[in-house]
């Protein structure tokens, strides 16, 4: 696979390789931000999210647990009601952020947890242990589904444990087996998916709505239409580029990736002193209100994206357009087209000081003044120019890329 650091970058992928990083940095901090790519077939979605494997900064767990507990903040059966000074015996060590991926074919017992059959059937000394799945085990780090409208619809057990997962944050998972006691586990993971709404079932909000808004964000992906990024990536692709990659280096050792993991943990430090101004707080909830939004969520992943997206960005502060940026992205598959373009326009056909924040449509615009930093460049098409499809159908369009 080729490293992360090193994938091709064009106007239509910008976006996930975006959220892909805010989603990793509020992972470490220990807030998880779930995001679902969705796009044409083989446009490298899955590549992109499996490629960030390696980008990925260390944890630090209690040594041994299966469960990644936080030596803070213990949260396992095994070690929730120990001591410090038992957990300061048992020490800790530093391991990769997990990544785990929930197939087609896993069952509810693999996904959720299940009877330990190995110390069941130990020889010397049977005991009859639960053994965690695979979203207990990927707390702390990232939970990834490819295809998540075919399992939405053909899985729906595993829709009903993925909703109580990312319902709140953290969100729970009961693990239940005949014979042994509930157990309930507080799990915070980052669920990354990504699916193809033109294909069989469909778009995962017309199969599972519930499921639909426990993503954060959504971002379409586009195809790439520069001849040279094409031929570079045809390139990578080829076998006589591969096994010259191969020869030469590792991608685990890839020094491109290891800037990213750097900057990970720096963006992480930052994220926890960073939060959002109270105008642009009262903004987005007037966004709420004045659209009538139904979720909450909603404009809690807004909140929390426009954070983040300002530390990735290296803004010193949070800005209007940090918010703004954030609307096609986490109201994509929460309102209708219509709602969404109308809420686009109007925040694109205000300044920052004519209305965006009041909402009023104030027919003549006081003249902007030199220093005042320019929020809504007036450098491409209308809106309101543009076709309901060009918006809808391409992430290129709704997602602002003047910056």
């Known amino acids: 696979?080729?490293?992360?650091?090193?994938?091709?970058?064009?106007?239509?992928?910008?976006?996930?390789?975006?959220l892909v990083l805010m989603s990793v940095v509020s992972t470490l901090v220990g807030e998880p931000l779930h995001?679902?790519?969705?796009?044409?077939r083989g446009t490298g979605k899955t590549t992109i999210m499996r490629a960030a494997r390696g980008i990925l900064p260390n944890i630090t767990r209690i040594k041994g647990c299966i469960y990644n507990c936080d030596p803070e903040r213990p949260h396992c059966p095994?070690?929730?009601?120990?001591?410090?000074?038992?957990?300061?015996?048992l020490g800790t060590e530093e391991i990769p952020m997990p990544f785990l991926e929930i197939s087609h074919s896993a069952k509810v017992g693999t996904v959720a947890g299940s009877i330990d059959l190995s110390r069941l059937t130990d020889s010397t000394q049977p005991e009859a242990r639960l053994l965690p799945g695979l979203i207990p085990q990927a707390h702390r780090g990232i939970l990834f589904i490819d295809e998540i409208n075919r399992l939405a619809d053909t899985s729906p057990e595993i829709t009903d444990i993925l909703l109580d997962v990312m319902g709140n944050k953290p969100g729970h998972i009961q693990i239940e087996e005949a014979?042994?006691?509930?157990?309930?586990?507080?799990?915070s993971v980052s669920v990354w998916a990504a699916s193809n709404p033109d294909e069989d079932p469909g778009p995962l909000e017309e199969i599972r709505r519930q499921l639909s808004d426990r993503f954060d964000m959504v971002c379409y992906m586009g195809r790439p239409d520069?001849?040279?990024?094409?031929?570079?990536?045809?390139?990578?692709?080829?076998?006589?580029?591969?096994?010259?990659?191969?020869?030469?280096s590792h991608e685990?050792?890839?020094p491109g990736n290891e800037v990213y993991r750097k900057n990970i943990v720096k963006w992480a430090g930052l994220y926890e002193q960073a939060d959002l101004?109270?105008?642009?707080?009262?903004?987005?909830?007037?966004?709420?209100?004045?659209?009538?939004?139904e979720s909450i969520r909603a404009i809690e992943a807004m909140q929390q994206g426009a954070v983040l997206h300002s530390i990735i960005r290296g803004h010193d502060k949070v800005l209007i357009n940090d918010v703004?940026?954030?609307?096609p992205l986490v109201l994509k598959h929460r309102v209708d087209g219509d709602t969404l373009i109308k809420m686009i326009n109007d925040v694109d056909s205000r300044s920052a000081k004519d209305g965006i924040l009041t909402f009023r449509g104030r027919k003549n615009k006081k003249s902007k003044k030199e220093d005042e930093p320019d929020y809504f460049p007036q450098n491409a098409r209308p809106l309101k120019d543009m076709s309901r499809g060009e918006l809808i159908n391409t992430e290129k369009t709704l997602t602002p890329s003047d910056y």
């Open 277 to 293: 101004p109270d105008f642009l707080r009262n903004f987005i909830a007037r966004l709420y209100i004045k659209h009538n939004l």
């Open 252 to 254: 685990e050792d890839d």
């Open 35 to 40: 995001i679902h790519a969705e796009g044409l």
């Open 1 to 18: 696979m080729i490293p992360f650091a090193k994938l091709e970058r064009y106007e239509g992928n910008e976006s996930l390789f975006e």
């Open 179 to 187: 014979g042994l006691p509930v157990v309930e586990i507080p799990v």
């Open 78 to 89: 095994q070690h929730k009601n120990m001591t410090a000074p038992e957990l300061a015996e």
């Open 226 to 248: 520069s001849v040279d990024i094409l031929a570079q990536m045809l390139k990578e692709n080829s076998h006589a580029y591969k096994n010259k990659r191969y020869k030469d």
């Open 324 to 327: 703004t940026d954030m609307i």
